[in-house]
């Protein structure tokens, strides 16, 4: 796939998602919650996760399972919302205590800390509601196997074993000199496990079973990208200016948090990130699937590791 | 069925839905985060909502159905989870800045914000984990579309149509002088949603479906439960002593919130709980189901319209 024909097909799934989460997220939701929850998760963001659901579903052919688009679509919402929640609490005072995202006032500034945690508290229960549409009967359903799948996947790679494990983690390592295996540990649950999840439940929507081939190969290839994920963005925390990052650069460093480059440095992490890439490919090319389908998911894998911001 | 038995009855659920919250809760979250989402849920308040799933599982004979027992079993977990996350997150600072639950320090005065946040988010995760358990195979696995509807009721009891949204009109309704419909509204949502749907996912774990008279006559009796909790909670606020409610009477009143008892008078606010409750049995009686299995259902509706604390 050329760069040009990826971002054909990126841009056209981004319009989609951005479409179905205006649908979803609900303008009328009470006493400001709507605008509060629509400010979070609207228009924000690279989607990553988004794209990787729908790279995971087009690679398996989804589109041949009963319900397998709208599945798909649900699926990359959902993350979304989940992801989009988890930087709300994230920017809280009581955490990271941010002012500003990409420009913009962050949830709490702009409607209050109290608004701003019912906001993310709505948004993962709005990821599940997503994830079991009430009945439409027709060709088009969602099978209920698929919903509650997707919904396993979705609340392991959330909770305690998944994102909100890493983020405890995180809470308790600033000053502290953790080594390798406990920051990987922690970037696993923390980034890793959603990234992981995005493509598994991608898969899902094409009705992969956890016991084949296809399925080893696009986990191993979710948790690969997961971890060059966080490997990448160490890198550019530690290179790059912060108005190329739209964040502010070193903020990890200045609060003495341990990260990839202060770990193995620069060239180590460089290499690692090129590893885990080449791993990914590998995983796909050994996965039996079409090339052809793979090709958005072997795109992303390049953008996530070459990435400059 | 008499008080004896009754009590029997419900000290034999109570027992077996620690003994799961003990076993699905995990001691080995990352951090310390365990220790608080253990704190928060385990040992701690009457368990109403795992009783009205049970309850109503009974009611609808929900072990005649494929992994009927274990549905309902992890659907009384999965409501408790939720509720206990929202009195993590009711408690905080931003929101009612309450330091003492039960007797006990509460989450965020033992464990510290961020960690009390973060175990609130994890604990919403952990009742979707526990509905959609990993594919046990054999006769007790409960059924995918069973899973399925069981995040469906959950998800929209605990969002911004549910729980999430009659907290957001509460943090809004402060000093103002709410008419009756809109604390209708409030109430429906913020603790209505989630006792309905206790009584529908029980429903659910025997497959009642969304068509039949019994889900219809379940659902009124959820509505009505729903209504009378709040307008009794509402009495014992302005009638008991702090002592005996086991936190602060007329704290409501105290914050100028508008109650029941405030928009309608004790005497009122009474012949309304009555109401309720004559409601909720009369639905029960037209239901169809056997009077004997409705007898916990019967017995829990008195409870919560004369209970005294």
């Known amino acids: 796939m050329n760069s040009e024909f990826f971002g054909r097909w990126s841009a ?38 988004a794209l990787l659901v729908q ?10 399972s009963t319900g397998g688009v709208d599945a798909a679509m649900r699926a990359a919402c959902a993350v979304e919302l989940i992801h989009a929640y988890s930087l709300v609490h994230d920017d809280m005072p009581c955490m990271d205590n941010d002012v500003l995202r990409r420009g913009k006032p962050t949830v709490h500034i702009r409607f209050g800390e ?67 295996q406990t920051l990987r540990d922690m970037h696993h649950r923390k980034t890793g496990a959603l990234l992981r999840a995005s493509v598994q439940m991608g898969a899902a929507c094409g009705g992969v079973q956890d016991s084949s081939p296809v399925w080893a190969a696009l986990t191993a290839y979710g948790e690969a990208m997961g971890l060059a994920f966080q490997v990448v963005d160490d890198i550019l925390d530690a290179t790059q200016p912060s108005d190329t ?6 903020k990890d460093a200045d609060a003495n948090k ?15 990130a090129d590893a885990l890439l080449a791993q990914a490919l590998e995983a796909l090319a050994g996965s039996g699937l079409p090339a052809a389908r793979c090709q958005p ?5 390049h953008r996530i590791v070459n990435r400059d911001h």
């Open 245 to 250: 990052l739209g964040k502010t650069a070193g």
């Open 114 to 180: 109290a608004q701003a945690m019912l906001a993310g508290d709505a948004m993962q229960a709005l990821a599940f509601e997503v994830l079991t549409p009430d009945g439409v009967v027709g060709s088009e359903q969602v099978e209920p196997g698929v919903q509650a799948r997707l919904c396993r996947l979705l609340a392991r790679a959330s909770g305690q074993s998944g994102m909100a494990g890493g983020q405890a983690i995180d809470l308790a390592s600033v000053g502290q000199s953790l080594d390798e």
């Open 12 to 49: 056209g799934v981004l319009d989609r998602v951005e479409q179905a989460l205006d649908a979803w997220v609900p303008a009328n939701a009470p006493a400001g919650l709507g605008d509060a929850m629509r400010y979070a998760v609207l228009d924000g963001g690279k989607r990553l996760r």
């Open 55 to 64: 790279a995971a579903a087009e690679a398996v052919d989804a589109s041949a």
């Open 297 to 301: 998911l072997v795109a992303l894998a």
């Open 258 to 272: 341990p990260t990839y480059v202060s770990l193995l440095g620069l060239e180590q992490a460089r290499s690692e």
